[in-house]
């Protein structure tokens, strides 16, 4: 059975996996940039997003304005890594550690997720475009189209719509009693 077959068979979860993420998405919009100019505790507390160095294997904390695929303190591609708890994120220092340490952390490594090599272009364009530090929008839709999403121990990047159900499984099956868990970011309480 291919994928598209599954994703037929399945589609109130691939339904409700394109919701969770596109979610995702607007909760990390609503980070960048603010709410419309405004501050509240959220937006105030986080301090970035974490990325994963993929010459070390080891977590960093990169800036609200990096869209992955940057170039990771080693020098390698560093990639967005989604972080979840089924508690509180509690502001941990994650940076430095691996995903086999994020347990003893009470976390788990729910997928990583980047900008397709058409999206990068696409973004590489528009900053250059801006005015002099001005934050670069990417309308939501085009981001849904260039993103691209790989869970861990799998090193195939899929298009975000076509792998929410697999992100949604993780998700669901990450927490006891039928709760959903927190995605969590640096400075987060």
Request: with cysteine; charged share 20%; glycine share 10%.
């Amino acid at each position: 059975m291919g994928l598209r077959d599954s994703m037929n068979n399945n589609s109130a979860v691939v339904t409700i996996g394109a919701v969770a993420l596109l979610v995702v998405a607007l909760l990390v919009l609503v980070m960048q940039f603010g709410g419309g100019g405004t501050t509240n505790k959220f937006t105030a507390s986080v301090k970035g997003f974490w990325f994963y160095d993929t010459g070390t294997n080891q977590f960093y904390i990169a800036s609200l304005d990096d869209i992955a695929p940057v170039i990771a303190p080693s020098g390698k591609p560093g990639i967005q890594a989604m972080l979840f708890t089924c508690d509180e994120c509690g502001n941990r220092d994650l940076s430095g550690k691996t995903p086999d340490d994020l347990e003893a952390e009470g976390m788990v490594l729910g997928y990583f997720t980047q900008l397709s090599k058409e999206g990068r272009k696409y973004m590489d364009m528009k900053k250059k475009d801006a005015p002099e530090g001005q934050r670069v929008m990417i309308d939501p839709q085009l981001m849904q189209h260039y993103r691209q999403v790989r869970v861990p121990n799998n090193d195939r990047w899929m298009p975000e719509m076509a792998a929410s159900h697999i992100t949604i499984e993780i998700m669901q099956n990450m927490c006891t009693g039928g709760s959903f868990p927190k995605t969590c970011m640096p400075g987060m309480k």
